[in-house]
């Protein structure tokens, strides 16, 4: 060796050098710039940050649904049986199976909260319409998510429940017959229909949920969070903190607080378990989980043709609406109509909802 070439580097020592030497990447440095992020400072209050409280909800559905998926059973035969077992004999599966069912309904509240709150604040306007686009079809894909969950149980109500759902889509134009017979494995609910819906329970919706939430924090990641300024707001700039360790901690706190909540709501409100599936008894009310009440009421109101296609005209305007209010803020600026649209449309479904519970409670 001459007297000019360089000395060879020092070895690093322990684990943490032993990995980085056989994995030559910058991790320190690649979390500090992910994490780096300024996150302004409305969003250490809870309303303003529920895309997080449903993330959270999210991740404890998969591993309670990993877990649950063990012991349960998709075969018509054995489904309900099952679905007993678990709550009845398996060690804390009973907790498991609350959490699981509160957790869902708890990410449906939060998504939908989520949704009303983007839409009144403005905040799917330029340059986030695609954001709110893939927010609308996490919607969609949540809702989805309980109903094919609600099934799975093969009870009398969520099995009439599902032969309702399969009615609505056969009425659809054009793809309802085809998706409708492709959806329940031939022409009625039988084995192939549980099979079909705990494939896409358990496989097909995590795979499309995960992309979807790859793509929404991507693009919130892009655009950054929408910036509000409230009266008792610092100077702008100064109200601002990282997203690691701050915001990220914050996070932590919140998964640590929904588990104490829902841990207490299980204990007293437990999972139970209605009558079995018979194809051969219909039940006087078909009772749907409570976030479809509206749309049991809307189809009772219209009947099946015509609430299938208002529905899906709603459904359109609903995931498109960014572009729909962009042509009307165009023609009119300063237009407030949306801020009315969606007070109306909140009132509605409220009112069909309540009116959906009030009848079947007597």
């Known amino acids: 060796m001459s007297d000019h070439d360089p000395a060879p580097p020092e070895p690093a020592r322990g684990l943490a050098g032993w990995f980085r030497t056989r994995v030559p990447v910058p991790a320190e440095d690649l979390l500090q710039h992910l994490g780096s992020e300024p996150v302004p400072g409305h969003l250490k209050r809870w309303w303003w940050g529920l895309g ?4 959270v909800l999210f991740a404890l559905q998969v591993v309670t649904g990993i877990l649950l998926s063990f ?6 035969d054995a489904a309900y049986e099952s679905v ?5 004999d398996v060690p804390f599966g009973w907790y498991l199976r609350s959490l699981h069912r509160w957790s869902s309904h708890g990410m449906i509240v939060a998504v939908i909260l989520h949704v009303i709150r983007v839409y009144f604040t403005g905040a799917y306007r330029a340059p986030r319409e695609l954001n709110w686009v893939v927010g609308a079809i996490i919607l969609v894909v949540t809702l989805v998510f309980g109903f094919t969950g609600y099934s799975l149980v093969y009870e009398q109500l969520s099995y009439w429940g599902a032969t309702v759902a399969g009615n609505l889509t056969e009425a659809a134009p054009l793809v309802g017959p085809a998706l ?10 039988s084995a192939n229909t549980l099979t079909r819906f705990h494939v896409l329970h358990i496989g097909v919706l995590p795979t499309i949920m995960f992309v979807l939430l790859a ?21 702008e700039g100064k109200d601002h903190f990282p997203f690691f ?18 841990t207490c709501v299980a204990v007293i409100f437990p999972a139970g378990l209605e009558e079995k599936a018979d194809p051969l008894i219909t039940p006087e009310h078909i009772k749907p989980e409570w976030y479809f009440y509206w749309t049991f009421r809307w189809l009772k109101l219209t009947g099946l043709d015509t609430a299938v296609v208002s529905l899906g005209v709603v459904g359109a305007i609903f995931v498109f609406w960014p572009f729909v209010d962009g042509a009307i803020r165009r023609r009119r600026p300063g237009s407030e109509l949306s801020v009315w649209l969606g007070i109306v449309a909140v009132v509605v479904l409220c009112i069909l909802t ?9």
Request: proline share 5%; hydrophobic share 50%; aromatic share 12%.
């Open 52 to 55: 997080g409280t449903a993330a």
């Open 84 to 88: 007993q077992h678990i709550t009845q």
């Open 245 to 262: 360790p701050d915001h990220f901690l914050t996070e932590v706190m919140l998964a640590v607080g929904l588990l104490v909540v829902l």
């Open 71 to 76: 012991y349960y059973v998709p075969n018509p």
């Open 180 to 189: 409708a017979r492709f959806i329940r494995g031939g022409e009625e609910i």
């Open 354 to 362: 309540v009116w959906e519970a009030w009848v079947l409670a007597h």
């Open 215 to 235: 793509v929404h924090f991507t693009l919130i990641r892009v655009h950054g969070v929408t910036e509000f300024r409230f009266r008792d707001q610092p100077q």
